[in-house]
C-alpha cells in the first residue's frame, strides 16, 4: 500500500524558511510519477505549490518560483519543500502527494498545519 | 483557471441521491477531477476526466458535465459519505474549486 507522511515544524516565525518532508512507502519515487506539494489555506482555498519528477526534475508555480524548492533523498525515499521568505499569508496545511499521468493526486498525506507567526 | 464550487454547504438524508456543482471560468476540456476528503483523512480521489471512476470507488459515485460545467452525483447517500468534496482542473496547471462540506441532515 503507498503512504505519504508529511512531517516538520509546525510554527515558523516570519521571514524565516519553512521546510517539510514528505516519507514515501509503498513506491519508490525514482520509478515513476511526479511527487508534488500543495497547500490549503484557512478558508479552503488550495494551491498547487510544485513538483520533483521520479528523474529529479523540478516544476514550480509561477506564483512561487522565487522562493520554493523541492528536493529528494533517493536512499530514504523521501521528498522535501523549502519555502523561503515565509509571511503569515503562508500559514496553511501543507500536503504531499503523487501525480498521476493524467495530472490528478492519486494519493495524498494527511497533511501537516504549518502557523507562521512571531 | 478559476474554479467555483456550489453549495458550499449541503444537508441531505441518508438515501438521498447528491448532487454537487463545479463551474470553471473557462473551459477545460472534461480534465476535472473530484475527492472527497474527510476530517483529519487525507483527501481520496472519486472521479478523473469528468466521469471515470477511480478504481475502488463506490459506484454510487459518478462525475458529468463538458465545457465549464461539471457535476458529482452520490446516487444514495451513505452515512460514510459525509465529507467535503472539492474539484480540481487539470486542463491548464492545475486549480481547486473551495469544496463543499456535505453533512446529514
Known amino acids: 500500500e503507498i503512504q505519504l507522511q508529511e512531517s516538520g515544524p509546525g510554527l515558523v516565525k516570519p521571514s524565516q524558511s519553512l521546510s517539510l518532508t514528505c516519507s514515501v512507502t509503498?513506491?519508490?519515487?525514482?520509478?515513476?510519477?511526479?511527487w508534488s506539494w500543495i497547500r490549503k489555506f484557512p478558508g479552503n482555498k488550495m494551491e498547487w505549490m510544485g513538483y520533483?519528477?521520479?528523474?529529479?526534475?523540478?516544476n514550480y508555480n509561477p506564483s512561487l518560483k522565487s522562493r520554493i524548492s523541492i528536493t529528494r533523498d533517493t536512499s530514504k525515499n523521501q521528498f522535501f519543500l523549502q519555502l523561503n521568505s515565509v509571511t503569515t499569508e503562508d500559514t496553511a496545511t501543507y500536503y504531499c502527494a503523487r501525480i498521476t499521468t493524467w495530472g490528478t493526486f492519486d494519493y495524498w498525506g494527511q497533511g501537516v498545519m504549518v502557523t507562521v507567526s512571531s | 483557471i478559476q474554479m467555483t464550487q456550489s453549495p458550499s454547504l449541503l444537508s441531505a438524508s441518508v438515501g438521498d441521491r447528491v448532487t454537487l456543482s463545479c463551474k470553471a471560468g473557462?473551459?477545460?476540456?472534461?480534465?476535472l477531477a473530484w475527492y472527497q476528503q474527510k476530517l483529519g483523512e487525507a483527501p481520496k480521489l472519486l472521479i478523473y476526466?469528468?466521469?471515470s471512476l477511480q478504481t475502488g470507488i463506490p459506484s454510487r459515485f459518478s462525475g458529468s458535465g463538458s465545457g465549464t460545467d461539471y457535476t458529482l452525483t452520490i446516487s444514495s447517500l451513505q452515512p460514510e459519505d459525509v465529507a467535503t468534496y472539492f474539484c480540481?482542473?487539470?486542463?491548464?496547471?492545475?486549480?481547486f474549486g473551495a469544496g463543499t462540506k456535505l453533512e446529514l441532515k
Open positions: 509503498g513506491y519508490t519515487i525514482t520509478s515513476g510519477y511526479d
Open positions: 473557462q473551459n477545460i476540456n472534461n480534465y
Open positions: 476526466n469528468a466521469n
Open positions: 480540481q482542473q487539470y486542463n491548464s496547471w492545475t486549480t
Open positions: 520533483i519528477s521520479y528523474s529529479g526534475s523540478t
